[in-house]
């Protein structure tokens, strides 16, 4: 469904992403792991078409994506999560919903707004209020909802679990499990690395801007070397 | 007048100190129409304010766009230049003498022993109705919830499917065709025009918009009021050379007292 063919990403001068090459296949959840800058979040960025690889080439259902604008992918059924939530503070719950419906009609929208609701109880408690005054987690639950109005094909999460408390990552992991089983394709950038692959079906290990380890995940728990590197022992 | 420039520091974050000087070329365009070619007023202002949402549009393609990534410094700077531009262009074309412009609100209106010029009440009617109009615009369309979410954090609304160029042209052909409409009343009072009158209008404009939180639109409605209202009365109590020195000390007070304006929204912000 995705398949990114050794890309590089450069910051000024600074190589962040080195020669990556991952796939996801439909009905995956695929996961990529690492510490802090080691360019995760730079590759979804790119994916996204908010930065841009110097090499290679990225193709999202047959379609290549390299050089698309941004604005264009939601159309296409590639939405993104991105890092720290990012939803709409000064505007309303709803109109958080509304705008990751953009692309799509009204009608279609209101039937998206009701299966968010459905899903997220807690969004439709407070879909009247300003979202800058949600808690965390509602946040979270609302920029997940908001991703989920575009219909989308392959959804793109940018460490959905920062700056939570254990219970609400753990149903935050409840939800993504559940997106998964219910059909949604899902790429998932975690530090969080147990609960990822807790979740996951294969994953990506990354260092300094490269790939160092694929495989499936689970054997990835079992394995002695990345549970003292990344599980913390 | 307020209004345009709220609109469009409130989507990209930039004060436009050409605004002014649209307003100018709005007021120009609107006066070689009508004695030029004769044109009925109603369709001059019409024509002016296309006018001027097309060129609004076009110095946004040629002068901010390409710097958009380098910060607001050089957005700023690049608007004085594309202001003192404008104003250049047209004393070049028209040359530097002040013009003559006809009031076409004709006949006046007497409101308890005063005579008014119906100019002064169609100009209210209309900027209420415009208030009016692009409140709905920016709180229950959808373009208006794109430029909200553009004016938040134009990243995510771009993935939101959100096409941000466009976003911004639209939001300055709104703002600029305000300011054609602006600069038709403007005219309407004061029936004169001259190549440099932009300045002084585009930055009591901005202070109107200040006053009122910057961003804000009745906001910029409530600060353009306040600022009419207080030269009148200076210009009636006191002098009409103090005019100016209240206003610019009115502004002075309200960013002491509340840097925000007065319906603006305060900046500080739970994480």
Not at chain 2, 5 to 18: Q, R
Not at chain 2, 31 to 37: D, E, K, L, T
Request: contains cysteine.
């Amino acid at each position: 469904m995705l398949s990114v063919e050794n890309i590089n990403v450069y910051y000024g001068s600074i190589h962040a992403v080195k020669d990556v090459s991952f796939e996801v296949r439909q009905g995956e959840t695929v996961t990529l792991i690492g510490a802090n800058g080691a360019g995760k979040s730079t590759i979804l960025r790119t994916v996204s078409g908010l930065l841009r690889s110097k090499t290679g080439r990225i193709t999202f259902l047959g379609n290549d994506i390299s050089s698309a604008d941004a604005y264009k992918l939601a159309g296409m059924g590639l939405t993104h999560v991105p890092e720290g939530r990012r939803i709409f503070r000064h505007m309303t719950v709803r109109e958080n919903l509304d705008m990751g419906g953009y692309i799509r009609s009204k009608e279609d929208n209101k039937r998206a707004r009701r299966d968010v609701y459905e899903r997220f109880p807690r969004v439709r408690e407070r879909k009247d209020q300003i979202a800058g005054t949600l808690s965390g987690g509602e946040q979270q639950m609302l920029a997940l909802g908001r991703a989920l109005m575009s219909a989308p094909r392959l959804i793109m999460m940018d460490e959905p679990s920062m700056g939570l408390a254990p219970v609400l990552v753990q149903q935050i992991f409840g939800i993504i499990r559940e997106l998964n089983e219910a059909g949604a394709t899902i790429l998932l950038v975690e530090q969080n690395a147990r609960m990822a692959l807790s979740v996951a079906h294969r994953c990506y290990v990354l260092e300094t801007g490269r790939v160092v380890m694929a495989s499936d995940a689970g054997d990835l728990l079992e394995d002695d070397g990345v549970k003292k590197a990344y599980l913390g022992g | 007048m307020a209004l345009g420039y709220s609109m469009v520091y409130g989507v990209i974050k930039l004060i436009n100190f050409a605004h002014g000087d649209i307003i100018m070329v709005g007021a120009y365009c609107t006066w070689y129409m009508m004695s030029r070619f004769g044109v009925p007023a109603l369709f001059a202002a019409l024509f002016s304010v296309f006018f001027c949402a097309s060129l609004g549009v076009l110095i946004e393609k040629i002068a901010y766009k390409p710097l958009r990534k380098y910060g607001r410094l050089s957005l700023l700077v690049t608007a004085i230049g594309v202001s003192l531009f404008l104003q250049n262009v047209v004393q070049l074309i028209f040359k530097a003498d002040p013009r003559m412009f006809t009031n076409f609100f004709k006949g006046a209106i007497t409101i308890g022993g005063r005579q008014f010029s119906t100019a002064t009440p169609a100009t209210i009617i209309i900027s209420v109705i415009i208030m009016t109009a692009l409140t709905l615009l920016v709180k229950y369309t959808s373009m208006g919830r794109a430029m909200r979410a553009v004016s938040e954090d134009d990243e995510t609304a771009q993935l939101m499917g959100v096409n941000v160029s466009s976003t911004i042209s639209f939001t300055f052909a709104v703002g600029s065709g305000l300011a054609a409409i602006g600069s038709v009343f403007y005219c309407c009072s004061y029936s004169q025009i001259q190549p440099t009158m932009g300045s002084m209008l585009g930055l009591k404009a901005f202070v109107a918009a200040v006053l009122g939180g910057i961003g804000s639109i009745p906001g910029a409605m409530l600060g353009g009021l306040c600022i009419g209202v207080g030269e009148s009365v200076t210009r009636g109590f006191v002098s009409s050379k103090m005019t100016d020195a209240v206003v610019f000390g009115v502004l002075i007070a309200v960013l002491l007292i509340k840097p925000s304006g007065i319906l603006g929204r305060g900046s500080g912000e739970k994480v």
